[in-house]
């Protein structure tokens, strides 16, 4: 576009833009990897002379209310037109319910800018005593997590911020997790959830295979389902709905592997059989 129109002196206006998977409702892009592509994107926008037209179906902007269903992802945007923000190669930190809590590091993508403190609320962390940096590499000394994690309840326990000399400060969860448990069950193809006791953790994707190795579900081409439209998690319920879409496209009486991989980093193994309308789930 640059080359095309804008160095030729003709205005661009990009119509529409977004983030494929997003539309699909949450979860379906971590948030932080949500993030760092509109700073990107509204970066390389501004720095070509492009004017951008985010495209929205009710995901981003709630118009009944006139405001932004998420606040944070509207600052990085808005704050993109202007100057570069930094970032991190993640937006969380999990620790393990159980056993000796270890340092955990982050890489930090400056984007041209500096770091200038690390806070909880109002709170400064302390340099040297509960965080390191050293070049780019911001490292949370396990003194500092374990002081933040407390008791270790499952989930988010505390948030910092990252902040900078310019642009949006970088926000960081801190969550305990253990690993998630399943449980054997049956259902039919038109309603099939798993009981999942998620403890903590976030799922990040499924894959789907069969005995032999080849892939199970619509998508043949790949192991890897569509988060909302072959699976979704129901942290309030316990559950991870498999979809009518992913059942009705697997072979009838063949078994099927499906592995959950959770933000932690975390697997969990399932077996889902359809036999006719019949889904039988077994977690060996």
């Known amino acids: ?36 592509y509109f700073e990107a994107l509204g970066h ?18 709630d118009r009944g209310k006139l405001r932004w269903k998420d606040a944070g992802l509207y600052r990085q945007i808005k704050s993109s037109w202007t100057t570069r923000s930094a970032t991190a190669s993640s937006d969380s930190v999990f620790v393990p319910k159980s056993g000796p809590v270890k340092d955990r590091s982050l890489t930090l993508n400056l984007n041209g800018a500096t770091f200038t403190a690390l806070t909880q609320g109002t709170t400064k962390l302390v340099s040297g005593q509960d ?9 949370l000394k396990a003194a500092a997590l374990t002081r933040l994690v407390g008791d270790r309840s ?10 900078f000399s310019r642009g949006v400060p970088w926000r960081i969860q801190v969550d305990t997790y253990d690993t998630p448990v399943q449980s054997d069950t049956t259902g039919t193809t038109a309603s099939f959830r798993i009981p999942t006791q998620f403890r903590g953790d976030v799922l990040a994707t499924m894959q789907a295979t069969y005995a032999d190795g080849g892939n199970a579900g619509p998508t043949s081409w790949t192991p890897y389902q569509q988060f909302n439209t072959a699976f979704a998690p129901d942290y309030a319920k316990k559950t991870i709905r498999v979809t009518p879409a ?7 009486n063949a ?30």
């Open 154 to 163: 499952p989930g988010v326990n505390a948030t910092l911020q990252a902040g």
């Open 44 to 61: 390389a926008a501004r720095t070509n002379k492009v004017t951008t037209v985010l495209w929205d179906n009710g995901s981003f902007y």
């Open 246 to 252: 992913f059942l009705n496209a697997l072979k009838d």
């Open 131 to 139: 965080y390191t940096l050293s070049g780019s590499r911001l490292t």
């Open 255 to 284: 078994r099927v592997k499906l592995t959950f991989h959770f933000w932690s980093g975390a697997t969990v193994t399932y077996h889902v059989t359809k036999s006719g309308s019949t889904v039988t789930g077994a977690t060996s």
């Open 1 to 36: 576009m640059r080359d095309a129109f804008v160095a030729q002196g003709i205005p661009v206006v990009l119509g529409e833009y977004g983030l494929l998977g997003y539309d699909n409702g949450p979860g379906a892009v971590e948030r932080g990897e949500m993030l760092k």
